[in-house]
């Protein structure tokens, strides 16, 4: 069984302040895993996706995450909070090997203070 | 192009009645996944359909909840005899079949049971 767990349900930082979305995952077999944004009563959006190979990967709106293995971590960032990026995010876990399905995280509301 | 496209956006449905939802995936695209998000909650996964099949139904409730995927038209997830329980937002998503692993979202059927 795969699971992901999101550290914070709640973020708030500054406006170009360092953001930091916490994305922890369980999985018996080597995982696929994402990043999904949501705005307001809106479906979700792919950030990014890390599939196989590089493990840093970069995605829109000046996002990426890395991920680390040993630590069983795909935590997102951005450099510079914007106004925009103001939305709930959410990390899910997939993998090759047996069902197709995204098991998805309880999400974490960033919040951008100007 | 036009994305995946839910409707109805919003459903208001009293206990007892019947609701049904309906999902048109992105042109070219013959794997749809239906997820349900209860308020506060992450989404989570219902049933998983290639075009007249179910291929995973793990995630569907044993009663009242079904699927399908006919050869001609949208997909439809049909809720008989809804409860309050049921009031959550359903999410369709769609993958091509040779890149399952990127699926793209729809905007939601907003569900509320008087």
């Known amino acids: 069984a795969q699971s992901v767990t999101q550290l914070g349900s709640h973020v708030s930082v500054s406006e170009g302040a360092l953001v930091l979305l916490r994305c922890n995952y369980s999985?018996?077999?080597?995982?696929?895993l994402f990043w999904y944004v949501q705005y307001p009563n809106q479906g979700l959006q792919l950030l990014l996706k890390y599939t196989t190979g590089a493990t840093l990967v970069k995605g829109i709106n000046g996002f990426e995450a890395e991920f680390k293995k040993s630590e069983t971590s795909f935590h997102l960032t951005k450099p510079s909070a914007h106004m925009s990026d103001a939305a709930e995010y959410f990390c899910a876990v997939s993998s090759v090997q047996g069902a197709q399905k995204l098991v998805f995280g309880q999400g974490t509301r960033l919040t951008i203070n100007p | 192009n036009a994305g995946v496209m839910q409707n109805p956006r919003h459903l208001v449905r009293r206990r007892g009645q019947e609701a049904r939802l309906r999902c048109s995936p992105v042109k070219g695209h013959s794997h749809v996944y239906w997820y349900r998000q209860l308020p506060e909650e992450g989404l989570k996964f219902m049933v998983y359909l290639q075009k007249e099949n179910i291929i995973d139904e793990s995630g569907m409730p044993k009663e009242r909840f079904s699927a399908e995927f006919p050869k001609e038209g949208p997909s439809i997830l049909r809720i008989q005899q809804v409860v309050r329980g049921d009031s959550a937002a359903y999410f369709c998503a769609s993958s091509p079949p040779t890149l399952w692993n990127e699926q793209f979202f729809g905007p939601g059927t907003r569900l509320t049971v008087l």
């Open positions: 999985s018996s077999v080597p995982p696929y």
